[in-house]
């Protein structure tokens, strides 16, 4: 079962950045998609963001052009830059990988942009 603890939320005013990092165990993750979902309150979880093992990635349309998904493999770890944040990006940030995709979770990371 693979395992995940993600990092990096916090408060942030509109327009500023942040960086979230998941830490992923389990072997050859390197084979899989690895990706970033997000849940606002009393909203579904959704995809925002996928990197997939040949690095080809794709972002939800709410997200291009802002945030950039990529993944170190030597260290199991997944990030997500955020830039140009909006207060629609406020959510609890989850990452997932592996054969379990989708299915799979850590606690989540709070994100919250306000002034």
């Known amino acids: 079962q693979v395992q995940f603890v993600e990092s990096g939320g916090g408060w942030v005013q509109p327009g500023g950045s942040l960086r979230l990092s998941c830490a992923a165990s389990?072997?050859?993750?390197?084979?899989?998609?690895m990706g970033w979902y997000r849940q606002a309150p009393g909203k579904q979880r959704v995809l925002v963001a996928v990197?997939?093992?040949?690095?080809?990635?794709n972002y939800a349309e709410s997200v291009k052009g802002r945030f950039t998904i990529f993944r170190d493999n030597a260290k199991n770890t997944l990030y997500l830059q955020m830039n140009s944040l909006k207060p629609e990006d406020t959510a609890v940030y989850y990452c997932?990988?592996?054969?379990?995709?989708?299915?799979?979770w850590g606690q989540g990371t709070q994100v919250t942009v306000s002034s």
């Open positions: 997932t990988a592996g054969p379990s995709f989708g299915s799979s």
């Open positions: 389990g072997s050859f993750l390197n084979n899989y998609a």
């Open positions: 990197i997939l093992s040949d690095r080809r990635t």
